[in-house]
């Protein structure tokens, strides 16, 4: 029994059915977790070695290559980056989208600990991270006051950062930027010099001290005591009255006390300085309702009389984007929906019958949700896209369905009105299982294929779409049958032939009487693709239009004060500015070595972004030690050249060869090297014979000098209230205030005479790299730029035939990265991903079909669609974007639905060849009304999202490019498969007849000669 004969024999199970159904979608719609992205492990894992103080180059000799080398034996892994500086070397892997990252995470853990004893000694900590979607921060808040903020740290973590974590959905909140106090034992040389004791003597005296030991246990009056021995430290007068000596106690050569850890970075925000504050949430937690708690208490915190005069500003608010997001798509949608119903009744003219078919959107659109609930999704702003995009196809089989009934109710008027739905339904059932497999089986290749970044966001887009789809399938075969037989729909009059029922019947019979002229009209329309193909770009995608950064390409290394300065300047000229440049807020990043300011737009900007950085950028002010310029944005924006080789100083030598050759380029600002030629170093060689004679070792002397300029942690101090407080060993400030300075270092004491550093060392400056990059283990450089009005491919062009021209050493090259390899990616996959979805779609159709032949004239309605979409790009001014290529993709799916019907129903007629053209005439103009239908509900659903500015997340790519790839694709797919399909489909037809005579005289033939062959 089919679905269709037991929905109408089980009409109240039926219908209990689906209330079930639609009451389980109310509730999804509470219990769907609501995030901004769906919960993805990203294929990356970053090591992270802190090594204050010490040179890019030595981060390079002593732990980046070791661990390169180590981590270069693990399989799976696709792009391998490093960095190396003075505060210790960062490894990047990255690996295929199908690779476990857990299981590599475990990996590269063992391969670092195999290596862990080739690293210098005094390496701490080796961080080894992992990263997921689900681990973005949902909130970040920047703190700014008048008043100092740099010691609120007892205040902020305290009154905001412990509240925020225990509110119930966060996981963790992150404070940055205001430091913990610490304990700082400062040592005087010349008092511990007096002393005669060593330095290395003297640490070692203080490692002994601060501890806790577990002794064991102690059995006696038949219990069992723990003992720990404790030595801790309780208070500062425990420390200055550590004995060094039995003469001779640590307060005699020290001073000790708290005292905050010195600035290595600052943050303004609106001219004042700022402190970071970052907000997490538990896994499978509402983001909207974990959101409003953290904002209720933020709101409440602001009122405390604590925090006057201080700001608390939300820079990130993810929950703002998804509510954004998600109230852009609903007024979509109900406008959609609204003037699809608009366009039914307009067709039908019947309310009744308009509402029985309607209905399907939100049955199935309940029913999705309920699956996604129950399959472990969450509702996030790919699911919310993919629902929307379904919107205007779910009413296509209800429309198919209820069409074929009405016919066959005109037909057969002597028949009862179940064995007229079931007549007219099985007519078409093929069909519309075929349409609805083919829209869904378009997303396999990016379900199942090749993984990289957009076929997994795309997943959760196609699963949406594709439960929604086989949800209104299933509804078109019962619940649709069923409101058909018991709202008793009498047979409507046939009715009279319209002006543009008239002139396609009239062009019809045109096109199928002169096969050779409209084939050669077709191609012709086919090679017309050649325009709008010439004249539409590619484009990877930019930088969004909400914010703009500002990079101050900063040579040397400087203070943290003078970077300050040179921020604070800016700032100014920016705020003098604010309304001009339509500025709402600027949040500046500083520390010694760069600099970036972000300004934030005002809300509903319609300055042009090019003019605005052009107005910007005339007024910057100058500055010695630095070339501000607008930034690339993040890793993948922009254009980025990566030049490889081995040594650094040949790349350097290449880049300023390369550099004028890419800034001679026309539609290129910003362009720029990551070199910092400014940066200098201290170099320090000791006399080896000199220190020989006095009978010091060289690594004590190295050892001195480290101490007084870096200081050595101790066992930090866990009897504070407020926490654990680190205590730092190290001498006076005072000597690296001046190289004049270190030079008078006391390293050593025999008898009256005490020897400095100058005394046994060589002391001078030299020019070094602040930071050596390594791609796949070769030594790399990068030059960066920001595209104006040049699209990619023209960018690519330029700058290929520029560095061709450039003759690059043995062993050195280019390659292009930023926007091309992201743009290259995306686009090689999404071909292939097309390409084997027609090729899926045309073994669906041969499958349903038994025909090889017949399915050839529905694809040609996917050529069609192609041109329809480049025209509709070109007259709109839009680029071919990867949110473009999704819109084709979906639209390969769709536009074969309505040719699949019509050469169902020729087949279902089984015409004679004499009578083919009258068959297929008759049944085109049978199904003009419904195919005008299915067309105008999916495009009037989607025209709200093309003419709208809704961008996913709020401020994501825009929906546009695809809506209007799937509106001009599906128009113009319509307007030629009207025409072409038939047109094949006859040709194809009769091609088939000629082919079986030409078969049946041949084997007749053979036959015939056969025969006379002598018998054995």
Known sequence: MNLTKLALKRPVTTSMFFVAILLFGMAATRLLPLEMYPGIDVPEININVPYNGSTPAEVEREITQVLEESLATMTGIDEMRSDSDQNGANIRLKMKWDENVATKGLEAREKIDAVSHLLPDDVERIFVQQFSTADMSILTIRISSQRELSGAFDLLDKQLKRPLERIDGISRVALYGVEKKQIEVRLNAEKLLATGMSMAELNRKMASQNFVVNAGSLRANNSVYQVSPKGEFRSLDDIRNVWLRPDLRLSDVATIGFALPEATEGRHLDKKYAVGLDVFKESGANLVQVSERVINLIEKTKKDSQFDGIKLYIMEDQAAGVKSSLKDLLLSGLLGAFLSFGILYFFLRDLKMTLVIVSSVP???????????????????????????????????????????????????????????????????????????????????????????????????????????????????????????????????????????????????????????????????????????????????????????????????????????????????????????????????????????????????????????????????????????????????????????????????????????????????????????????????????????????????????????????????????????????????????????????????????????????????????????????????????????????????????????????????????????????????????????????????????????????????????????????????????????????????????????????????????????????????????????????????LLPLALGETKIGGGGPPYSPMAIAIIGGLAFSTMTSLYLVPLCYQALYRMRYKAGIQLSKSNHKAKSILSWLPEK
């Open 363 to 941: 049955i199935s659109m309940g029913m999705t949700l309920a699956a996604m609930y129950f399959l472990g999704y969450s509702l996030n702003i790919l699911s919310m896209m993919g629902l929307l995009l379904a919107i205007g196809m779910l009413i296509d089989n209800a429309v198919v369905v209820t069409e074929s009934v009405l016919q066959e109710q005109e037909k057969s008027k002597d028949k009862n009105a179940e064995e007229v739905i079931l007549s007219g339904i099985h007519k078409v059932t093929l069909a519309v299982l075929a349409g609805t497999l083919t829209t869904a089986i378009v997303f396999l290749p990016n379900i199942f294929g090749v993984k990289v970044e957009l076929t997994i966001f795309l997943e959760h887009v196609a699963i949406a779409i594709c439960i929604s789809l086989l949800a209104s399938l299933l509804v078109s075969k019962t619940l649709i049958p069923l409101f058909l037989k018991k709202l008793n729909f009498k047979p409507r009059q046939k009715p009279k032939s319209n002006k543009l029922q008239v002139w396609y019947q009239r062009s019809l019979n045109w096109s199928l009487s002169r096969p050779k002229l409209s084939g050669f009209i077709a191609v012709m329309i086919l090679v017309s693709t050649a325009i709008p193909l010439g004249v539409v770009q590619n484009n990877g995608g930019g930088e969004g239009d909400d914010r703009l950064f500002i990079n101050y390409m900063i040579e040397g290394r400087h203070t943290v004060e003078v970077i300050e300065s040179l921020v604070t300047e800016m700032e100014d000229y920016l705020y003098a500015n604010k309304d001009k440049f339509h500025i709402d807020s600027v949040y500046s990043y500083y520390n010694p070595e760069r600099g970036q300011s972000t300004l934030i737009l005002k809300k509903d900007t319609k300055a042009d972004i090019k003019e605005l950085k052009e107005t910007i950028r005339a007024g910057f002010p100058k500055f010695s030690i630095a070339k501000p310029q607008f930034g690339w944005g993040r890793d993948n924006n922009g254009v980025r050249i990566t030049l490889t080789g081995r040594s650094t100083s040949e790349l350097i030598r290449i880049s300023e060869q390369v550099l004028p050759l890419i800034s001679n380029i026309e539609g290129l600002v910003d362009v720029r090297s990551e070199i910092n030629a400014g940066q200098k170093e201290i170099v320090i060689k000791i006399d080896p014979v000199m220190a020989s004679r006095l009978g010091v070792e060289l690594r004590q002397i190295a050892r001195n000098i480290s101490i007084a300029l870096r200081g050595v942690p101790l066992r930090s101090y866990r009897h504070n209230p407020n926490g654990e407080l680190r205590i730092e060993l190290a001498y006076e400030k005072g000597w690296r205030q001046s190289l004049d300075k270190l030079k008078q270092l006391p390293v050593l004491r025999i008898g009256e005479r005490v020897y400095s550093l100058d005394n046994l060392a060589t002391i001078h400056e030299q020019p070094r790299l602040d930071n050596i990059r390594h791609y796949n283990r070769q030594t790399a450089l990068t030059i960066g730029a920001s595209l104006d009005e040049l699209s990619t491919d023209e960018a690519r062009d330029k700058i290929t035939r520029a560095l061709d021209a450039v003759t690059f050493p043995h062993g050195y090259k280019y390659s292009l990265r930023g926007a091309f390899e992201r743009q290259d990616e995306d686009e090689a996959l999404m071909v292939t991903n097309m390409l084997l979805a027609i090729i899926m779609i045309y073994i669906v159709m041969a499958a349903l079909f038994e025909s090889l032949l017949l399915p050839t004239a529905i694809i040609t309605s996917i050529l069609y669609s192609i041109t329809g979409v480049f025209w509709a790009m070109m007259f709109t001014g839009n680029s071919m974007s990867v949110m473009a290529m999704i819109g084709i993709l979906i639209l390969i799916g769709i536009v074969v639905n309505n040719g699949i019907v019509l050469v169902d129903q020729i087949n279902q007629m089984q015409p004679k060849l004499n009578a083919l053209t009258k068959t297929i005439h008759e049944v085109c103009i049978t199904r003009l009304r419904p195919v005008l239908m299915t067309v105008s509900t999916t495009i009037l659903g």
